[in-house]
């Protein structure tokens, strides 16, 4: 039995804590999830906008922010995006269940809670990358998914921010 300090400890605010001699700073989740989203990249065709300027869709979209959501508007949104044969079935449930809190019965705890959509997406496609490497192949199926899933927030976002008109050629003239 060892009585005092052994090893590399040191008492801080009243407490030993262990010296590890690295002095790195660990790196701060919205980095990584800045990264993910930067890997990912854009896709402007991950919805048909065209289609949503028929149905005349900007009022309903304008002002969405993907980065201030609750998880019961969001459904609301991906079942009527769904409806009007914006998205497939697929990606309906991966956007559907995103922000998703269950207590112990299964019984969703706080859907009005807002929550950063992208970065939820981000940090799930980051650990479904890292199984993947660990050999789960069931994650190489959820990978695109969970891509389009961020695609058609940031198409949303986009599209919300716009005037409610995708220009087309015969608006636009070319000068010489």
């Given at each position: 039995?060892?009585?005092?300090?052994?090893?590399?400890?040191?008492s801080k605010a009243g407490l030993l804590v262990q010296d590890t001699g690295t002095t790195t700073k660990p790196v701060s989740q919205s980095v990584k999830v800045k990264q993910m989203l930067a890997l990912v990249g854009n896709n402007p065709n991950a919805l048909d906008t065209a289609k949503m300027d028929k149905l005349k869709l900007h009022k309903q979209i304008k002002g969405f922010d993907p980065e201030n959501v609750t998880a019961k508007s969001l459904g609301n949104l991906t079942t009527f995006l769904k409806d009007n044969g914006l998205i497939t079935d697929v990606t309906a449930v991966t956007l559907s269940n995103a922000g998703d809190k269950f207590d112990r019965f299964g019984i969703p705890k706080d859907p009005e809670a807002s929550f950063n959509a992208l970065e939820y997406f981000a940090t799930q496609l980051d650990s479904i990358q890292n199984n993947n490497m660990k050999g789960n192949k069931y994650a190489n199926y959820l990978i695109p998914e969970y891509k389009k899933a961020i695609y058609v927030l940031q198409n949303l976002a986009s599209?919300?921010?716009?005037n409610g008109s995708t220009p087309t050629d015969k608006n636009m003239s070319a000068k010489a």
């Amino acid at each position: 039995m060892t009585i005092g300090y052994t090893g590399a400890w040191s008492s801080k605010a009243g407490l030993l804590v262990q010296d590890t001699g690295t002095t790195t700073k660990p790196v701060s989740q919205s980095v990584k999830v800045k990264q993910m989203l930067a890997l990912v990249g854009n896709n402007p065709n991950a919805l048909d906008t065209a289609k949503m300027d028929k149905l005349k869709l900007h009022k309903q979209i304008k002002g969405f922010d993907p980065e201030n959501v609750t998880a019961k508007s969001l459904g609301n949104l991906t079942t009527f995006l769904k409806d009007n044969g914006l998205i497939t079935d697929v990606t309906a449930v991966t956007l559907s269940n995103a922000g998703d809190k269950f207590d112990r019965f299964g019984i969703p705890k706080d859907p009005e809670a807002s929550f950063n959509a992208l970065e939820y997406f981000a940090t799930q496609l980051d650990s479904i990358q890292n199984n993947n490497m660990k050999g789960n192949k069931y994650a190489n199926y959820l990978i695109p998914e969970y891509k389009k899933a961020i695609y058609v927030l940031q198409n949303l976002a986009s599209y919300g921010k716009g005037n409610g008109s995708t220009p087309t050629d015969k608006n636009m003239s070319a000068k010489a």
